[in-house]
């Protein structure tokens, strides 16, 4: 597949190293576009569920697939989220092609563009609201695998799949006033002078204009990769909000079921030092071993 050249892509919530992650579309769509800027806005690795046991090959190749683009040129800009807010004490940090901040403006066709998550309006992130927020995030993430086994089921009756994930999103963000989260966001935005406010953190894709008595401005959400699979593209002198059609790539979908290499670097002959060097101790006392000793247990080939 041929790569479609666009000006910007703005993707958010990945929430790699999640079961809810859709890493093979996500691979997918990497591969078929080539941005100037790709802005990688908030929750892209989930930090707050993060596993040892729960990271796959699929999450890795995601990873690869951004660094890709880095090396061909593209200019990557992580901003931080909630989910991944560990990362906020490296903030600034700026080398090659990549860049990580909290918060982005940038200018494009001489109209202000104010990049950040979303997370600082939405009071559940903060205080005893915020240890709720995780138990509740990993429910979520119990949900949406007990959902793909109800889809299972309900392809075998053929009949339609359901997201009972989605549905219950949707009932947390009115819970949780979204509305007033997005018009707290337009309102500053208004007031700093911004023609557009790009967020994430809501898992609701949006493109719209709110307008006060001090103004106006374009209220754009990327919305997420868990269940809407929606990204920004600015390209043609306007944005456009890219929907991911599965039976586009039927003919290029990335085979996931690759193991990885066995790790067999190590020679024989160090191979031989490694394991003799635990039995050499027992034998020596520690200021016993010194430089002599060990040539005699050779690891340079």
Same mark, same amino acid.
């Not at 990497?30 to 569920?49: A, E, H, M, R, Y």
């Not at 940038?106 to 709720?132: P, R």
């Not at 401005?217 to 929606?230: A, K, M």
């Not at 909000?241 to 670097?265: C, F, G, H, I, N």
């Given at each position: 597949?041929?790569?479609?050249?666009?000006?910007?892509? @703005? %993707?958010?919530?990945?929430h790699?190293?999640?079961?809810?992650?859709?890493?093979k579309e996500?691979?997918?769509?990497?591969?078929? =576009? &080539?941005?100037?800027? /790709?802005? !990688?806005?908030?929750? =892209?690795?989930?930090?707050? #569920?993060?596993?040892? $046991?729960?990271f796959?090959?699929?999450?890795? #190749?995601?990873?690869?697939?951004?660094?890709?683009?880095?090396?061909?040129?593209?200019? @990557?800009?992580?901003?931080?989220?909630?989910?991944?807010?560990?990362?906020?004490?490296?903030?600034?940090?700026?080398?090659?092609?990549?860049?990580?901040?909290?918060?982005?403006?940038?200018?494009?066709?001489?109209k202000?563009?104010?990049?950040?998550?979303?997370?600082?309006?939405? &009071?559940?992130? +903060?205080?005893?609201a915020?240890?709720? &927020?995780?138990?509740?995030?990993?429910?979520?993430?119990?949900?949406?695998?007990?959902?793909?086994? %109800?889809?299972?089921? /309900?392809?075998?009756?053929?009949?339609?799949?359901?997201?009972?994930?989605?549905? @219950?999103?949707?009932k947390?963000?009115?819970?949780?006033? @979204?509305? +007033?989260?997005? #018009?707290?966001?337009?309102?500053?935005?208004?007031?700093?002078?911004?023609?557009?406010?790009?967020?994430?953190?809501?898992?609701?894709?949006?493109?719209?204009?709110?307008?006060?008595?001090?103004?106006?401005?374009?209220? !754009?959400?990327?919305?997420?990769?868990?269940?809407?699979?929606?990204? /920004?593209?600015?390209?043609?002198?306007?944005?456009?909000?890219?929907?991911?059609?599965?039976?586009?790539y039927?003919?290029?979908?990335?085979?996931?079921?690759?193991?990885?290499?066995?790790?067999?670097?190590?020679?024989?002959?160090?191979?031989?030092?490694?394991?003799?060097?635990?039995?050499?101790?027992?034998? !020596?006392?520690?200021?016993?071993?010194?430089?002599?000793t /060990?040539? $005699?247990?050779p690891?340079?080939?």
């Amino acid at each position: 597949m041929e790569r479609r050249k666009i000006d910007v892509a @703005v %993707v958010s919530d990945l929430h790699l190293g999640t079961y809810g992650c859709r890493a093979k579309e996500l691979v997918n769509y990497f591969k078929s =576009i &080539s941005p100037q800027i /790709l802005i !990688l806005n908030g929750d =892209i690795i989930d930090v707050w #569920q993060f596993r040892k $046991k729960y990271f796959p090959l699929e999450h890795i #190749q995601v990873i690869k697939e951004i660094m890709s683009l880095a090396a061909k040129g593209t200019r @990557v800009i992580y901003i931080t989220g909630n989910h991944d807010e560990a990362l906020r004490r490296y903030t600034d940090i700026d080398f090659g092609n990549f860049q990580l901040a909290d918060k982005l403006v940038m200018e494009i066709n001489g109209k202000m563009c104010w990049f950040f998550h979303g997370d600082v309006f939405d &009071s559940t992130t +903060k205080g005893f609201a915020k240890m709720l &927020s995780k138990l509740g995030s990993r429910g979520y993430d119990l949900l949406i695998r007990f959902n793909r086994s %109800v889809n299972w089921l /309900l392809q075998l009756l053929g009949r339609e799949k359901m997201s009972l994930s989605k549905m @219950v999103m949707e009932k947390v963000n009115k819970a949780a006033s @979204v509305n +007033k989260f997005e #018009q707290t966001a337009a309102e500053i935005a208004i007031e700093k002078k911004y023609d557009y406010v790009i967020c994430g953190h809501i898992h609701e894709p949006q493109m719209r204009c709110v307008i006060t008595n001090k103004g106006n401005v374009t209220y !754009l959400n990327s919305g997420d990769w868990v269940e809407h699979l929606t990204a /920004l593209e600015f390209y043609n002198d306007d944005w456009h909000m890219y929907e991911y059609e599965a039976e586009k790539y039927t003919a290029t979908v990335v085979k996931m079921d690759r193991q990885m290499p066995k790790l067999d670097v190590i020679t024989d002959r160090v191979a031989f030092f490694i394991n003799s060097l635990h039995p050499m101790r027992e034998s !020596l006392d520690e200021s016993e071993v010194g430089f002599e000793t /060990l040539l $005699k247990f050779p690891f340079v080939v």
